[in-house]
């Protein structure tokens, strides 16, 4: 994790990946980068509780329909922390909410995907694949807008311009561009000279000479670092990813893009409490982006994260005091490129009237309006090829105007 002596922690999966269709690795880009823009894409599997994160505390039906899991007003014990008079953060989000009141966070709220079932495996792959069906492409969305982002730059190759930081490659980053990926292991460090003969005997070999360079270029970037610097002492896992992702995006000759899965999120039982699996994620989600911020250094100005869940949960609690799948949620974007301190929201309200299905919020803007933009501000893709390539058959979907700088 700290030396180069261990960049062999990273060619199990560097290697293994070489052997899955879709996944290639390649050496870091030598060309010059066409933008200092960042992008990071932070997926929360398993359907966040919008309304639990993002409580809609000026609604007057809000404490009606949420029941025991609503939250006190600002200015009370536990209460929302305040952004607009009538949206706030839940009380474990402060990072986030200092980031809110720097203008350097957005939320958005009553958002959805094109999907409309209860499915994650669906509804995840949905997101990812940057269609209207579940496994309507094999690639993702973010795959394939590195690769126009590289036809349109005249580059033949663009190296390692995405990485996930991770147990795996997710299908957003999945196709034919080139990524590579990282992920913490606890494997025995190997000797320095184990390397040499290893990179000795791999060289020349189209799939492993590749597969090993990256991995030890990703560990090249990570050398110095310390896992337990500034988090005091251990750190938990997608904490370390948002680490290592600012680290690596954080270096002027480093990635464009990258991915952080954080999985948990389907709270059926028992959300309120200081022990609950929802407090536990909300804290870690608000750890891990002020981690991130703290990574990248300069290249936070730059950057635009990108925060998302494939979809919400139902507006009333279950019997168990969590809540089932639902439909609309809540979205974040951080970042020095994002024109942050508002809420972006058409509000369509939570009496029994106005809820999809009789159930959960009403979507009213489409996911896909804000990973346009994001795509057109930080990976500068024109309009057509977002409708197109993309997001296909999304010429409906307007992009978000004006959240980027």
């Known amino acids: 994790m700290t030396t180069r002596r261990k960049a062999l922690q990273l060619l199990g999966g560097a290697a293994a990946l070489t052997g899955l269709p879709g996944l290639a690795l390649a050496a870091p880009s030598t060309g010059r980068r066409t933008s200092e823009r960042r992008l990071v894409f932070m997926f929360l599997r398993g359907g966040m509780d919008g309304l639990s994160a993002v409580p809609p505390y000026g609604d007057p039906q809000y404490a009606v329909r949420r029941g025991p899991l609503a939250l006190p007003a600002p200015g009370s014990a536990g209460g929302v922390l305040d952004l607009d008079g009538h949206f706030g953060l839940n009380p474990h989000l402060g990072e986030m909410h200092k980031l809110f009141a720097a203008r350097e966070l957005a939320v958005l709220h009553a958002v959805a995907s094109p999907y409309r079932e209860r499915s994650h495996f669906d509804a995840q792959n949905l997101v990812e694949n940057g269609t209207t069906r579940p496994f309507g492409r094999e690639s993702g969305w973010l795959n394939v807008a590195l690769g126009i982002g590289d036809a349109a730059s005249g580059r033949v190759s663009s190296g390692t311009l995405g990485f996930a930081l991770g147990q795996n490659i997710p299908l957003v980053l999945r196709g034919p561009a080139q990524v590579g990926s990282w992920s913490p292991s606890k494997l025995p460090i190997p000797d320095a000279d184990l390397l040499e003969r290893l990179a000795t005997l791999y060289r020349g070999d189209a799939l492993l000479d590749r597969s090993f360079t990256v991995a030890r270029e990703a560990q090249a970037m990570m050398e110095g670092r310390d896992a337990g610097d500034g988090m005091g002492g251990q750190t938990l896992p997608v904490a370390e990813l948002a680490r290592a992702a600012g680290e690596l995006l954080g270096r002027p000759d480093g990635p464009r893009v990258a991915t952080i899965d ?27 982006l002020a981690t991130l911020r703290a990574a990248l250094g300069p290249a936070w100005r730059h950057t635009a994260v990108l925060i998302v869940t494939e979809f919400g949960r139902a507006a009333a609690p279950n019997g168990s005091g969590g809540t089932d799948h639902g439909t609309a949620g809540a979205a974040f974007v951080a970042g020095g490129a994002v024109r942050g301190g508002r809420v972006i929201a058409d509000w369509p309200g939570l009496g029994l009237h106005a809820l999809h299905e009789g159930r959960d919020l009403r979507p009213t803007l489409d996911l896909r309006a804000l990973f346009k933009a994001a795509l057109a501000a930080q990976l500068g893709l024109a309009e057509p090829a977002l409708e197109a390539d993309v997001f296909p058959d999304s010429r409906t979907v307007r992009p978000l105007d004006g959240l980027f700088t």
Not at 271 to 277: A, D, I, K, M, T
Request: net charge neutral; hydrophobic share 30%; glycine share 12%.
């Open 262 to 288: 954080f999985g948990g999120w389907d709270t059926h039982i028992s959300q309120v409490g200081e022990y609950s699996q929802l407090t536990r994620n909300l804290r870690l989600l608000d750890r891990s």
